[in-house]
């Protein structure tokens, strides 16, 4: 009797544990999908539930199990009715996402983002139409914008031509016009997922000399077709989520994840790594799989990678870019 006694209240202590949990993301949930009295109404409604379920539960009440069944459907078949789009008022520098066209070794891209920041949230420029030859693609590098916590960086991939241009990817949320960054939000569904196409001029000067983040540029040891076979892939992302959008997750499908994703599409051996994850550590990962010397000390790579400020983007692409890599001392 003692020990079903006791099987019985560890079975409802867990019940309780696991409801409360549920009742918490979903109000999370809320919280990021709702606004003004639909959000009020629907968190009151949560309590109410909350309290329903916790008197139920002590009365060791049957309707317990029909109210708690009743939630979690309402609740399923709302959150599963959230759907990426791209028809929202986007914020000006997510307006429009990369997509392109391969003809043969002509690759055009289509809203290319040329933009001379002068404050975060202030610009001038536009989005461009760029063609690009797959048989003048000589370099790529990956670069790790720190902002905040120094173990979490935006990752993004600049392809060098034989011309001294560059194009950068960068998979980004979708924020519309006045919403805020939140990583507890990328849980959610509360952004989708963008692929942003930029010149080194707008992209990389934006977090050097206008954020002051601590950004690293690192030069990767990939053979041409490698090369080439990433480039395309970001062609084809741009393609594919403008056609079929998806949402942007902080765990899941982030800027580092989709550059892992794509880059096992090449090398289908690429092991997953824990500083896939926290990215601020990329350059170990990148060292360990071999793209980065292996016979150079890691802390040594990450001195020499540090992107200082530019200055002014008065320069074409070509010299802003050379003039970059001058100042690191390539």
């Known amino acids: 009797m003692a020990a079903g006694r006791i099987i019985g209240g560890i079975g409802r202590g867990l019940t309780a544990l696991g409801v409360a949990i549920f009742l918490g993301l979903l109000a999370l949930a809320l919280q990021f999908q709702l606004a003004g009295l639909p959000r009020q109404a629907a968190l009151a409604g949560t ?183 990433m480039f395309l892939n970001y062609v084809t992302l741009g393609n594919d989520l403008a056609a079929h959008p998806r949402f942007y997750n902080t765990a899941i499908t982030n800027c580092t994840t989709v550059i892992w994703q794509m880059a096992r599409e090449v090398d289908p051996g690429l092991p997953l790594d824990w500083r896939v994850v926290l990215s601020g550590h990329i350059a170990g990962y990148l060292q360990r799989i071999g793209l980065l010397p292996a016979d150079v000390p890691l802390a040594r790579i990450e001195a020499s990678a540090r992107v200082p400020p530019v200055g002014p983007a008065g320069d074409d692409s070509a010299a802003f870019s050379a003039r970059l890599r001058a100042r690191m001392g390539e």
Not at 82 to 97: K, L
């Open 47 to 229: 309590a109410l539930a909350a309290v329903a379920l916790a008197v139920l539960a002590w009365r060791r009440s049957r309707g317990f199990w029909l109210l708690l069944a009743a939630v979690v459907t309402v609740s399923a078949l709302w959150y599963g009715s959230i759907r990426p789009t791209n028809d929202r008022p986007w914020a000006p520098d997510v307006a429009f996402g990369v997509t392109g066209m391969v003809q043969g070794d002509t690759v055009t891209l289509h809203h290319v983002r040329n933009f001379d920041w002068s404050t975060p949230d202030s610009f001038t420029g536009g989005w461009e139409t760029r063609t690009y030859r797959l048989s003048q693609l000589t370099s790529v590098d990956l670069i790790s914008s720190v902002w905040a916590n120094p173990a979490i960086a935006h990752t993004l991939v600049s392809f060098g031509f034989a011309d001294g241009t560059h194009v950068v990817f960068s998979a980004e949320i979708r924020k519309r016009q006045g919403q805020a960054f939140s990583a507890l939000g990328g849980f959610f569904r509360a952004f989708d997922l963008v692929l942003i196409a930029a010149d080194e001029r707008d992209i990389l000067r934006l977090r050097t000399d206008v954020r002051r983040e601590t950004v690293s540029l690192y030069r990767l040891t990939a053979p041409p077709e490698a090369i080439r076979r």
